[in-house]
């Protein structure tokens, strides 16, 4: 161990489903203002694997460390509060409530355990409702219904709703799914900035490649739950596995392309 | 332009309903007439309650009578037993309904939907059959004898509020309607602080969305009890307000007609809108008052109400209400630019 | 022992055929049908008009219950169901309209053919011995028609295309219908059939008995815990889960008193809930990606 503290640790994590294991003996570490892309194919237990360390579901062994803190078996409002943030594949938003409210609701509950929640939202909720709603462009819509928005603006608000919880950890399941290219680059910026100005370390879990590369600073391939590979971005190309198991040719093809036009993104804004 | 808060807007508008609603007597109302209303004000009351339950956040608890029960129960049973009157009762049956909801609370905790329904259902079932099953003897009288519950009859002679003896003959009606009207505009302020306070969201968050609300650190069993406890406060003490001035409680409010009445004025006001049940209350109330040379079919007629507006305009007269102001304040704003 | 044994069989039997039925449609469609009770109803009025007021033969009821079910359900499909299937809040929606629809037929009958308790014709007399203790033809019937009920409605499910095509509908109703599948004709039929075997259990549940317009609710309350205690919709765990409390309310009734059969039911399934939120033999912890 080099002595800095790593913002994530996972180690040996399993999870079983009766006789299935979605997530086996599974190793991995993410440092502080890093960003990791996972990849793998559908089934690989990728939203498994945040759930468990979100704390939505229990590991079935295994050990997850959050800045130095261990964290296994902690409720997901637990994880929350100390710093962890997700957000869902689905677009899961608060449908019922306006944009502000989403975000009030998150900063208010999100930051820490409120043994006795008050009766008004207190200035410190606004404030990071507010920051939220700017750093994902969000704040014309304050006052729009979740339910009427687009799919890229439900997109921002599931990640602004993340951000306003005041994390220091951001897992983003499948953030950019389903959006068109102009969305996708418009989701990679905001992305960006967040890392930038909140010294945000991020994992995240996308198939599409492009952006996995514009983005992430190392990446991890799942299959069948356990880790088929890891490492660099330009590395991934190279290994036979993962071109057999998850990229086939074409995806092969589209990944060298990525690496060409739009590689070290990432990397320029973490200099 | 200086914006009234929504919240702001709502308690005006419950300051301004309830002291219109209070000058009802002056008006040389029946007796009848004040008699229903107040039975109207006290089912408003529970609804309003109720609505935060399954309208608001979502729980399908189908069994929030029981807590009614509780809060009539207690009063009958201090009255009867004790001499307790239903005034030094209030308490004690606003007690007994919260005892009730966090029971309910707990069994429901880790269920979901239509098992919310059984269990809670399965709650209030076994009170109705207990009392209804209750024929031992507890008390004798030189000519009959009376069990513990009194049974499906019910208990009777336990006390009123006294309005009589306090403000003399007659004043009985309007004491009892202002007292429901006392209940209700305090119920309705309740649910309105609620909802627009973080509780109100993190009842929103946990119908919305269970898993998304407690990834945004809302511990979701928490406001499921914090959420049962205010109806059960509540309720309990409608139910107390219900013994007291009708001077008579059976198992009767447990029973499914009584569920479907107020479940209809929940779904024809709006579930989950806080002016809903008010609204729906006075809907069926107007639909009971003109309709009751088909009492037989008053059920029906409920029920049709309530299937029509489900299928039909889902967010009830509330929303249907709102959804006009908007449009208005909208034509407003474009005919002053 | 021997009488709780014999009552235990019969009650078990009823309340099988009146619970798969439930546990049909809560299986495959997620639906809590609370108009069940209602359905139970209709079943035993048709019998008793069909025999009492047409004066056919008194084993006619059992279809005559089939047929008033069957309608029913039907009703219930055109007017309410097919109003919100497969649309948001599905599960809480049904769960109000089929409650309303329940004090509709309720309703209706107590207006239209009166609030009075009839006797239900259908029923025979005699006894048949075994050994040194006897059974009532009538119970032996009862267990026939259930047991037959049931094993129809399995065969059904499992080996023919009718039953296929309900599975794939209960799994994804979606691609069901991307896959050429009338999703509307496929729950129309399954709530035809529940309806025919809720009808039936009408009229075998108050065999001999009395007849009126609340008569399904105690059945429905029964089928209710039956279903959660078997696992939601699984038709064999109902059967097993009707005699496990057929046994458990006898037991209650000999040794605690009568008026505790239903009570003690009703803390079990509390209980059995509280322990086991997904049922006593319910799974729902599924991998998702």
Redesign the interface.
Known sequence: MTGVQNALEVVNLTKR?GA?A?VKDLTFHVEPNEILGISGP???????LF?VISGLSAASAGRVTLFGQDITGARAEQVCHLGLARTFQLNAVFDSMTVEENLLTAAYFGRHGRSFPGLRFDRQSHADCDAALEITGLAPHRHRPAAQLTVLERKLLMLASAVATGPRLLMLDEPVGGLTREEIDHCAGVIRRIRAERAMTIVLIEHVMSFVTALADRVMVLHHGAKLYEGSVAGMAESAEVVSAYLGTSGLRDLKQAAETGNGGGHDDAA | MTRISAQRQDYLLLAALTAGLALLPLTGQSNYVLGQATLYLIWAAVVSQWNLVLGVA?I?S?GNLALFAAGGYAVALLGLYHGVSPWASLPVAALAGLVMALLMG??TL??R???T???T???A??MY??IV?DVDCFRRTPSACYSLTGGARGLTRFGDFGFNDIFGYGAAAWGNFLLALAVLAACMAAAITVVHSPYGRAFQALRDNEQVARARGIRVEKFQLIVFAAAGLFTGLAGAVYAGTQRTFGPQVLG??T??FL??IM?VGGRGRVWGPVLGTLCLALVQENLTSMA??Q??I???L??LI??LA?EGLAGGLSRLAALVRARLKGGAA | MTDILATTLGLGALYAASAVSLALI?GTF?M?N?AHGAFITVGAYASLLVVRDLGMPWWTGVFAGAAGGATIGALTHI??VS??FARP?F???I???T??????M???I??LIGPATARQPFSIDGRIAFGATSIAWQTVMMIAISVALTAALTLVLRHTALGRSINAVAQEPTAARLNGIAVGRIVLKVMMISGAVAGVSGVLITHGTAVYPTVG?DPL?KA??IC?IGGLGSIPGAVVAAFLLAFLETLAQYELGT?WG??VL??A??AV??LR?NGLFGTR?????
């Open positions: 489903y299935m979605a559908n089934g690989a237990g990728k939203t498994t759930d | 979502g399908m189908i707990l069994a880790r269920l939907g239509a098992y329904v059984v269990v259902l399965a709650i079932m076994v059959q207990l099953t499914f007609p569920l479907l479940l209809s779904i037989q079919w059920g029906t409920y029920a049709v309530l299937i489900l299928i889902p | 809560w997620g809590l609370l007017l309410l109003r919100v809040a599960e809480i929606n769960i109000i309209l409650m309303a629809a329940a004090t509709i309720v309703d209706g107590n207006n609710q309350l209710l815990i959660v008026k239903s009570p009703l803390i399934v509390v809930l509280v939120p912890d599924i991998a998702r990606n």
